[in-house]
């Protein structure tokens, strides 16, 4: 007899000059595990999420492209009694150290200790990386950036693997993917590792991904970093 | 010499039960048109894009995920005096002909006539279908749901394609692309035939697209469809 699905609680990431197909790509996948948007021929799924996008303020957030977008709540107002189970970063001009809001730095080094898995996009692990949290872990990022940010943040300790469409710690706890549409890749993969093989593929079967793999990476040798 | 770039307005059609990577995909793709996204390593290209996005109201759009979005302008504001140079159609649950606004259909009536190119992703060709705009046109939509779309709409003239990631018709006005993530595929082609090879591979590039042709689609199979 199948028990009931655990529900997790998902933060979604925003800020402006976001690249907000980092965040709607993998969401696009982990969205069916919404109770509100579990299909009836996906197989009932072990977890379900509950979905909250979080911002400095409530302010519209300005994407690079796309509409306007609003955050459910700010950074500032998830308190010390709350703690979020997954944690989606994305990347974008946003995600530049001049740019990043500290609430966002300051709410990754509050909640990411306590969180099951972190994940993120394109330049995500940027941020990821000026919060502390790879510190002695493989990472990866957006090919197109990849030797201007590695030289940035030079002296984490952080493996940065240029060949891989994401990165995965052998914790399964921080999963960091290269640019933009490897977000969907990587969310793929994790949907996999979270509900299993089967109710994952349905999902990319309504999606019609084309999911690629850890290694399978076009871009490393595009942008000479091999 | 090169001459300067000519501006094409393009329409975002925005509905509730949008499927925002529908949109989003492709958005971040020809973002890069978009005079302020330009990006310095990518060749000047022959035509700008200032991109609008619609709605039936201004009230935030629910997407089925993804967060709160905000049109520009309601449909019903165009007026016969404005003339969009490119319409995007997304899809998704709110496609559905229960669902769709009679203001998206209206609006379509009015100002695909006059488009130089109108684009759909998954169930938004549905739409186009139902403002009939693709009478005696190829077409394709999601794989999922291909059946029950090609029965809802018999009779309307349309030659539907099973396997296809994307279509686009001779005459190059009217593109429809297959489920979700099929979009950027098609958004990819576009672009190349919009701005050329070579800067439609720096974008690419940038986005890490591991770009599908048009006869590269896996899920008419997965579905039974041929």
Same mark, same amino acid.
């Given at each position: ?8 609680? &998902?933060? =979604? ?24 948007? =579990? ?22 957030? $300005? ?14 107002? =998830? ?6 189970? &997954? ?6 001009? !946003? ?18 200790? !306590? ?8 330049? !995500?692990?940027?941020? &990821? ?43 399964? $706890? ?32 309504? =999606? ?6 850890? !290694? ?11």
């Amino acid at each position: 007899m199948a028990s009931s699905p655990t529900t997790l609680r &998902l933060a =979604v990431c925003l800020f402006d000059q976001v690249t907000a197909l980092d965040y709607q790509g993998p969401i696009e996948i982990l969205g069916f595990l919404d109770p509100n948007n =579990v299909k009836p021929d996906v197989p009932t799924p072990s977890y379900l999420l509950e979905i909250t996008y979080l911002a400095r303020t409530l302010e519209p957030i $300005k994407a690079t492209a796309g509409p306007r977008a609003l955050a459910d709540r700010t950074y500032d107002e =998830v308190g010390d009694g709350e703690q979020f189970d &997954l944690i989606l970063v994305p990347g974008g001009q !946003g995600a530049r150290p001049e740019k990043v809001p500290s609430s966002l730095l300051e709410f990754l080094k509050r909640q990411a200790p !306590g969180a099951k898995h972190v994940l993120s996009v394109c330049t !995500g692990s940027w941020i &990821l990386a000026r919060a502390g949290l790879l510190q002695g872990k493989k990472a990866t990022t957006n090919k197109s950036v990849f030797k201007a940010v590695v030289e940035n943040i030079h002296g984490y300790g952080i493996d940065w693997i240029p060949k891989a469409r994401f990165v995965v710690n052998d914790d399964k $706890k921080i999963w960091t993917s290269s640019g933009v549409t490897a977000g969907m890749d990587m969310a793929n993969a994790f949907l996999e590792y979270l509900v299993g093989k089967e109710a994952a593929l349905r999902i990319r079967g309504i =999606v019609e991904l084309s999911a690629k793999e850890e !290694g399978d990476d076009e871009f490393a040798e595009y942008y000479h970093l091999l």
